[in-house]
């Protein structure tokens, strides 16, 4: 009896001995590794999480900004026939987020607007080649970047900038009557070739869709499907089902 119980206790001395290594392997482990910092508010992300997640993360921005800036919807709407997915709802905290990214030119922040998605986007558009929604060729030498490429940077999907703007075109400062007249604006490229796939057209922000429908209006063409994607949508387009 005595002979088990000493075997016991050695057996708990042991597993305390290996438990105290391996946190100070650990230990060692986060002095090597770069504290991660907030994309947005360059703060340290927080540390109050599982010990694998805290090792193995790759979040961009902390859960305070997350909650600010971001108010997940993740919902299907229609645009015309077209079905058309949302991630978020455009709210002001977005809008100002946005708008550092784009016109500030805070180009560090592009990870940040897709990151929770990019695994859901890459096995739901699996089989589709994203277009982008265009830029002015002199909005993007103007900002170094084109936004909605860069966001995409992450999604290991096929991109084909096949849409160009002809003129540098606000949709945001135009009124009803003008926004449903800027398919005018908007071309193909003849010097790029629709893929022989299904298409997803992306866009950062959705608000009466004009822009997206006369974008669809240009790729109907093409004999596979296209789905509609965006960043974030306005409450009132949600909530008058997309009829503007």
Same mark, same amino acid.
């Given at each position: 009896?005595?002979?088990?119980?000493?075997?016991?206790?050695?057996?708990?001395?042991?597993?305390?001995?290996?438990?105290?290594?391996?946190?100070?392997?650990?230990?060692?482990?986060?002095?090597?590794?770069?504290?991660?910092?907030?994309?947005?508010?360059?703060?340290?992300?927080?540390?109050?999480?599982?010990?694998?997640?805290?090792?193995?993360?790759?979040?961009?921005?902390?859960?305070?900004?997350?909650?600010?800036?971001?108010?997940?919807?993740?919902?299907?709407?229609?645009?015309?026939?077209?079905?058309?997915?949302?991630?978020?709802?455009?709210?002001?905290?977005?809008?100002?987020?946005?708008?550092?990214?784009?016109?500030?030119?805070?180009?560090?922040?592009?990870?940040?607007?897709?990151?929770?998605?990019?695994?859901?986007?890459?096995?739901?558009?699996?089989?589709?080649?994203?277009?982008?929604?265009?830029?002015?060729?002199?909005?993007?030498?103007?900002? &170094?970047?084109?936004?909605?490429? $860069?966001?995409?940077?992450? !999604?290991? +999907?096929?991109?084909?900038?096949? /849409?160009?703007? =002809? %003129?540098?075109?606000?949709?945001?400062?135009? &009124?009803?009557?003008?926004?449903? $007249?800027?398919?005018?604006? !908007?071309? +193909?490229?003849?010097?790029?070739? /629709?893929?022989? =796939? %299904?298409?997803?057209?992306?866009?950062?922000?959705?608000?009466?869709?004009?822009?997206?429908?006369?974008?669809?209006?240009? +790729?109907?063409?093409?004999?596979?499907?296209?789905?509609?994607?965006?960043?974030?949508?306005?409450?009132?387009?949600?909530?008058?089902?997309?009829?503007?």
């Amino acid at each position: 009896m005595r002979k088990l119980t000493l075997k016991i206790g050695k057996l708990k001395q042991d597993r305390t001995s290996y438990m105290t290594a391996f946190w100070l392997w650990i230990r060692q482990i986060g002095k090597r590794r770069p504290i991660p910092f907030c994309r947005i508010c360059i703060g340290e992300l927080d540390r109050a999480q599982p010990l694998c997640s805290y090792l193995f993360s790759k979040e961009v921005i902390c859960h305070v900004c997350k909650e600010t800036y971001f108010h997940c919807i993740y919902q299907k709407l229609t645009l015309s026939q077209y079905p058309m997915w949302a991630l978020y709802t455009y709210d002001d905290a977005l809008e100002s987020l946005i708008y550092r990214y784009k016109e500030q030119r805070d180009i560090a922040l592009a990870p940040v607007f897709l990151h929770d998605f990019r695994h859901k986007i890459e096995r739901r558009y699996a089989a589709h080649t994203i277009v982008t929604m265009p830029s002015s060729e002199a909005k993007i030498k103007e900002r &170094g970047f084109h936004h909605l490429e $860069e966001m995409l940077k992450e !999604i290991r +999907l096929p991109i084909c900038p096949c /849409l160009r703007k =002809t %003129a540098p075109i606000k949709q945001a400062k135009q &009124g009803k009557k003008r926004r449903l $007249e800027i398919a005018a604006y !908007i071309e +193909l490229d003849p010097n790029l070739a /629709l893929p022989d =796939t %299904a298409l997803l057209l992306f866009d950062d922000v959705c608000t009466s869709g004009s822009t997206l429908r006369a974008a669809c209006e240009l +790729l109907k063409q093409h004999p596979y499907p296209i789905e509609v994607l965006v960043l974030s949508v306005h409450p009132l387009y949600v909530e008058n089902c997309g009829q503007f």
